[in-house]
């Protein structure tokens, strides 16, 4: 008896899985993308295709569509309203990848669609935030090779690329909301464009898309844009980046450098004119090209100052948008908030005093090191 009525305390207290629904009976969101035009929300989503996915685990496959979705409204709640009228199966947002910010969203409308976002969906902090100035349909209908699902494009893994080409580091959902509360923070948002010819399937290019570049946000503000060219020094340096390739090119001469893992500090320093601050920067780095006769030492310097100037620029760029690219102000604001203090009442630009890069260690892909030693000699 007593068995008999544990069994049925057993039977009362256990879960069951009654709500419980088979994956293919759910539309499961893994890219979105927000646009704002005309006065309009314009929300886009793309599903993932479970037949792709089972395909891709056992090898190659047949092409298998997209499926995207797209509705209008004055606000995102109108916009999503649209999406559910036809849909035809339930949305979840919980293994969303990434979100895709237009230029004009990061304008006008940041605030207003980063709250509605993460208060009316469940959407992970961990999605990927992007931007663009290109039409979301076409991004989120690009293509990955062998016909993999979209969850396996460099959009929904960032990181996956860094080992071998780095570019502007990838920045979270979480991310983003916590550094556009901090007025101090400058936010660099990847930037995504689309190549229609690189990537070819036989004599077919196919859409892809890449890194172009950042939006740049500070203190709850859209400063502007910039490219690759702008950003790399920055991209070379920062403590994100895993893998650059960097190019000397003069006249008689022609390098070719690897730089693995940089590190980057910001360094308080003593002067006769006072307080000053630089930015020091180590770099393990392989020399993998080189049409020189110069010495290893010689080489280095060169690259270490080819660098210093890209790094340069990159501030420079920056600052005519009013962007701290490598978080000078957050750093004096949270270490050194006299120093910060007293910077903002003079004036609004925070500058580095000195500039040094490091290459260390340096060491060339020709392990003979032949016409180094000679030289070096000599």
Same mark, same amino acid.
């Given at each position: 008896?007593?068995?008999?009525?544990?069994?049925?305390?057993?039977?009362?207290? =256990?879960?069951?899985?009654?709500?419980? $629904?088979?994956?293919?009976?759910? +539309?499961?969101?893994?890219?979105?993308?927000?646009?704002?035009?005309? *006065?309009?929300?314009?929300?886009?989503?793309?599903?993932?295709?479970?037949?792709?996915?089972?395909?891709?685990?056992?090898?190659?496959?047949?092409?298998?569509?997209?499926?995207?979705?797209?509705?209008?409204?004055?606000? =995102?709640?109108?916009?999503?309203?649209?999406?559910?009228?036809?849909?035809?199966?339930?949305?979840?947002?919980?293994?969303?990848?990434?979100?895709?910010?237009?230029?004009?969203?990061?304008?006008?409308?940041?605030?207003?669609?980063?709250?509605?976002?993460?208060?009316?969906?469940?959407?992970?902090?961990?999605?990927?935030?992007?931007?663009?100035?290109?039409?979301?349909?076409?991004?989120?209908?690009?293509?990955?090779?062998?016909?993999?699902?979209?969850?396996?494009?460099?959009?929904?893994?960032?990181?996956?690329?860094?080992?071998?080409?780095? +570019?502007?580091?990838?920045?979270?959902?979480?991310?983003?909301? !916590?550094?556009?509360?901090?007025?101090?923070?400058?936010?660099?948002?990847?930037?995504? #464009? &689309?190549?229609?010819?690189?990537?070819?399937? %036989?004599?077919?290019?196919?859409?892809?898309?890449?890194?172009?570049?950042?939006?740049?946000?500070?203190?709850?503000?859209? !400063?502007?844009?910039?490219?690759?060219? %702008?950003?790399?020094?920055?991209?070379?340096? #920062?403590?994100? +980046?895993?893998?650059?390739?960097?190019?000397? $090119?003069?006249?008689?001469?022609?390098?070719?450098?690897?730089?693995?893992?940089?590190?980057?500090? &910001?360094?308080?320093?003593?002067?006769?004119?006072?307080?000053?601050? /630089?930015?020091?920067?180590?770099?393990?780095?392989?020399?993998? /090209?080189?049409?020189?006769? =110069?010495?290893?030492?010689?080489?280095?310097?060169?690259?270490?100052?080819?660098? $210093?100037?890209?790094?340069?620029?990159?501030?420079? $760029?920056?600052? *005519?948008?009013?962007?701290?690219?490598?978080?000078?102000?957050?750093? !004096?604001?949270?270490?050194?908030?006299? %120093?910060?203090?007293? &910077?903002?009442?003079?004036?609004?630009?925070?500058?580095?005093?000195?500039?040094?890069?490091?290459?260390?260690?340096?060491?060339?892909?020709?392990?003979? %090191?032949?016409?180094?030693? #000679?030289?070096?000699?000599?």
């Amino acid at each position: 008896m007593r068995k008999i009525v544990f069994t049925l305390c057993l039977c009362m207290i =256990l879960c069951g899985c009654l709500e419980s $629904k088979e994956i293919q009976s759910v +539309s499961y969101a893994i890219s979105m993308g927000v646009d704002f035009k005309d *006065e309009q929300y314009e929300l886009t989503l793309q599903f993932l295709d479970f037949s792709n996915v089972a395909k891709s685990e056992q090898g190659k496959g047949g092409e298998v569509p997209l499926w995207i979705a797209v509705g209008r409204g004055r606000s =995102l709640d109108d916009a999503i309203r649209e999406i559910y009228r036809t849909i035809q199966l339930p949305v979840n947002y919980e293994h969303l990848y990434n979100i895709v910010l237009s230029e004009s969203v990061l304008e006008r409308k940041t605030s207003e669609t980063i709250d509605l976002l993460t208060e009316n969906f469940l959407i992970p902090y961990s999605a990927w935030i992007y931007s663009t100035t290109q039409s979301m349909e076409e991004i989120l209908a690009s293509k990955v090779i062998f016909n993999y699902p979209f969850l396996y494009s460099r959009l929904s893994q960032p990181k996956d690329m860094q080992g071998q080409l780095s +570019s502007v580091p990838p920045l979270s959902l979480q991310e983003f909301m !916590l550094e556009y509360e901090e007025p101090t923070k400058t936010i660099m948002t990847p930037s995504i #464009n &689309i190549d229609k010819s690189a990537i070819k399937e %036989d004599l077919t290019g196919i859409p892809v898309p890449y890194f172009e570049g950042a939006h740049i946000v500070k203190d709850k503000k859209h !400063l502007g844009y910039l490219s690759i060219t %702008d950003l790399e020094g920055y991209i070379l340096t #920062n403590n994100e +980046s895993e893998r650059s390739l960097f190019d000397l $090119k003069e006249e008689d001469m022609f390098l070719t450098v690897e730089l693995n893992n940089p590190k980057y500090k &910001i360094k308080q320093t003593s002067s006769a004119d006072g307080t000053g601050f /630089e930015l020091a920067v180590t770099i393990p780095a392989v020399l993998r /090209e080189n049409s020189t006769e =110069l010495s290893m030492d010689e080489v280095k310097r060169k690259v270490e100052t080819a660098i $210093k100037a890209e790094i340069s620029h990159s501030i420079n $760029k920056g600052r *005519e948008l009013g962007a701290d690219i490598f978080q000078l102000e957050d750093y !004096l604001y949270r270490r050194h908030h006299a %120093d910060w203090r007293s &910077i903002q009442e003079t004036s609004d630009t925070f500058e580095f005093e000195k500039i040094v890069v490091t290459l260390h260690p340096f060491n060339s892909i020709n392990k003979t %090191d032949f016409k180094f030693k #000679n030289k070096s000699k000599e």
